[in-house]
C-alpha cells in the first residue's frame, strides 16, 4: 500500500514506510533518538545528520517526508487553533492565589521560569507541582506523573513525603511516580530530555522539572568568549523542552538562578539568567523574592495572554499554600 493511500485511512505508518528509509536507516535513526515522525519532522538536518551519520542531503529528505506525512508545517486558521487549545489541562501550584495569577495553574504545552534568589522558594514550588501532578483533575491535577531534572541536587524524598501526606496521598506512590535524574553536566542535561521523551512513550508524564535550568550552562561556559556557544546551547536545550510539552501535552517547569547589576540606578537590579534565549522561549516567567518568614512574594513579569501582576504565597511544612 502507497503512503498516500495510507495517510487517507489514517492508518498507523512508521519510520521504515518513509521513502528512502529501509531497516538499517531506521535503525540508525531510532538508535539516536527519533523514534516517531513527529521527532523526524521538527528535527534540523545539521543534527539529524550528525548525529546518525547519514549526511546532511538525505537527512533533510527525511525531514521532508516526515512533515508531510505528520502534518507539519501547514498553515491553519486561528478557530483550528483555538479548538485545540481547548484540550490544554492547568495544574495547580498548590495556591489558589498563584493559580489565578497564571490563568487557572501552569498551563500544558508551555515553558514557565521561576526565577529568584536563593531561598525564594523555586525548588520548593516544584516539588509541590511533582506531586499535585498525580492528582485527578477535577482536584487540579493531570492524572499523570513527573520527571525531575536536578543538576544542583536539589530534589529531597522527604519533603515529597510531607506534601503528599497533607494531601492525604500514599507517600510511597507518589514517590514511584516521580522519576528522577541527575544531571552533572550541561550535556548530560541535554541528554536527558531525549531519555524524558523516551520514558514519556511509557508513563503518562504530564510534567518536566529541571531545577536549575542555567547551573551548568553558567558553570561551564565563562566569559564572553564562551557566551555566544553556551546561548546557542541554551537556545537548543529549551527548544528541547517546549518540543516535550508539546508532544506531552505536559507542563515544563524550569527555575533559574539571577544575577545582580549594582549599576542600576532604577527598578529591581536582580535578572535572571540567560538572556534573551531563555526570556523568549519561556512561556510564562515568575520573579519569586523572599518576604517575612514563610511568605514569598510571586511576580507574573511575561505572559503572552495575562497582565501581569503579583502575589503573596507561603511555603509551610505541607507545602505551597495562600497566606
Do not use: C, W
Request: glycine letters at 10%; hydrophobic letters at 40%.
Amino acid at each position: 500500500m502507497d503512503l498516500a493511500k495510507k495517510k487517507e485511512e489514517n492508518k498507523e505508518y512508521t519510520i521504515e514506510d518513509l521513502p528512502g528509509v529501509g531497516q538499517a536507516t531506521a535503525e540508525k535513526l531510532r538508535d539516536a533518538g527519533y523514534t516517531d515522525l513527529i521527532e523526524l519532522a521538527v528535527a534540523s538536518p545539521k543534527d539529524l545528520g550528525e548525529l546518525t551519520g547519514i549526511g546532511e542531503g538525505v537527512a533533510q529528505k527525511i525531514i521532508t517526508a516526515a512533515r508531510k506525512y505528520a502534518n507539519v508545517g501547514q498553515f491553519e486558521t486561528g478557530d483550528v487553533i483555538f479548538e485545540r487549545r481547548k484540550n490544554l489541562a492547568k495544574l495547580t501550584t498548590g495556591s489558589k492565589e498563584l493559580d489565578t495569577l497564571l490563568g487557572g495553574g501552569m498551563e500544558t504545552q508551555s515553558i514557565t521560569e521561576l526565577f529568584g534568589e536563593f531561598g525564594s522558594g523555586k525548588t520548593q514550588i516544584v516539588h509541590q507541582l511533582a506531586v499535585n501532578v498525580q492528582l485527578p483533575p477535577e482536584k487540579g491535577g493531570l492524572g499523570g506523573e513527573a520527571i525531575f531534572i536536578d543538576t544542583e541536587n536539589t530534589f529531597r524524598p522527604e519533603r515529597v513525603v510531607q506534601m503528599a501526606k497533607s494531601l492525604g496521598l500514599e507517600h510511597n506512590e507518589v514517590l514511584k511516580k516521580i522519576h528522577v535524574a541527575r544531571a552533572f553536566n550541561s550535556s548530560h542535561q541535554m541528554l536527558l530530555v531525549d531519555k524524558a521523551m523516551e520514558l514519556a512513550k511509557k508513563v503518562p508524564i504530564r510534567l518536566l522539572i529541571v531545577d536549575s535550568l542555567t547551573a551548568h550552562f553558567r558553570a561551564e561556559y565563562v566569559g564572553r568568549s564562551s557566551l555566544a556557544q553556551r546561548q546557542q546551547l541554551l537556545n537548543r536545550h529549551m527548544h528541547d523542552l517546549l518540543r516535550f510539552a508539546d508532544i506531552n501535552n505536559a507542563v515544563v517547569a524550569v527555575t533559574n538562578q539571577v544575577t545582580t547589576n549594582p549599576g542600576q540606578l532604577f527598578g529591581d537590579p536582580t535578572h535572571p539568567i540567560g538572556g534573551n534565549i531563555v526570556g523568549h522561549t519561556a512561556t510564562y516567567r515568575i520573579y519569586l523574592r523572599k518576604s517575612k518568614g514563610i511568605r514569598r512574594i510571586a511576580r507574573l513579569i511575561d505572559s503572552p495572554s495575562l497582565p501581569d501582576g503579583e502575589v503573596v504565597i507561603t511555603i509551610k511544612e505541607e507545602g505551597i499554600r495562600d497566606p
